[in-house]
């Protein structure tokens, strides 16, 4: 269930990052911006955005249940079913009820500068950021609590030798945890409240760069993964070298054991030939006694 996240993750974090540079070039060809043209982008971009948030928020989750609740037991299916109409059903519904509530596509979207949720009349802007930033506050206390579990249990008694510190491993679930939850994106708050270019770079950064540290933190790292990619290499390196093996034997190492199978179905046939005659001989001498 956790790859089932993070492969949601990374499809709706794609859907919403294309559909993001869809409506910047729209808004860059057209000033005023068309409403006719941002009004799809725009609501495709918060449905997907909003499905990305919704998607980490499992992730937390499910996490938070395997680490507390460790004795409590959930069918695949009805974590598929939960995550799934979570995961898609409730982007959509805010996302239809954003575009019902603002009245008319003037009130939509933006005047101009950009294909975003309208802020300045409509407040339209607000069906995104309360729920990803009260997703970012939940995950962020579920991180809190992982943390707290896993250091209460015994880091030292779970870890490899040179990560038996407890700020090494911390710091560690920090670097593949804060990916996944999206907690990069409570920089968005300063970018909110404040003007300061630093504050806009570093949070432009680190959420274009989410995709490359869910592949890095979430999958490169991942033991199942590294392991399954490490049975099919090397089956396909086997695969090569019998095949190159065969090759460079040539048809004269073949000729070899079929010449011996040759000698050897001869062989049998002979003695089959010997017996039957055998047999014939001594049932026509036994005739002959009796007779």
Request: aromatic content about 10%.
């Amino acid at each position: 269930m956790r790859h089932v996240s993070i492969v949601n993750i990374a499809v709706s974090l794609l859907i919403a990052n294309i559909c993001f540079i869809i409506g910047a070039a729209v808004a860059e060809l057209e000033q005023p911006t068309s409403v006719g043209r941002c009004s799809p982008a725009v609501f495709f971009m918060h449905f997907f955005y909003l499905a990305l948030f919704f998607w980490m928020l499992i992730s937390a989750l499910l996490l938070f249940y395997r680490t507390v609740m460790v004795l409590s037991q959930m069918s695949r299916s009805t974590m598929m079913a939960i995550g799934f109409i979570v995961g898609y059903g409730a982007p959509l519904l805010i996302a239809v009820i954003t575009v019902a509530s603002t009245a008319g596509p003037q009130n939509y979207i933006t005047k101009q500068f950009a294909c975003w949720l309208n802020w300045n009349e409509s407040r339209a802007l607000l069906a995104f950021v309360i729920p990803a930033l009260t997703i970012v506050a939940i995950n962020l206390v579920v991180l809190i609590v992982v943390l707290y579990k896993m250091l209460r249990r015994g880091v030292g008694a779970t870890t490899q030798p040179d990560e038996k510190h407890a700020l090494v491993v911390i710091a560690r679930c920090v670097a593949i945890l804060t990916p996944i939850f999206g907690l990069t994106w409570g920089f968005g708050i300063g970018t909110m409240v404040s003007r300061n270019i630093g504050i806009h770079v570093v949070f432009a950064l680190l959420n274009s760069l989410q995709g490359f540290f869910i592949l890095v933190f979430g999958t490169l790292l991942d033991s199942k993964i590294r392991e399954a990619l490490a049975g099919r290499l090397s089956l396909r390196n086997l695969t090569s070298s019998n095949r190159t093996r065969s090759t460079s034997a040539g048809p004269s190492s073949s000729s070899g054991p079929g010449f011996f199978q040759w000698m050897r179905r001869r062989r049998n046939v002979y003695n089959i030939s010997e017996a039957a005659t055998f047999s014939n001989m001594s049932s026509g001498s036994e005739t002959y006694t009796n007779a």
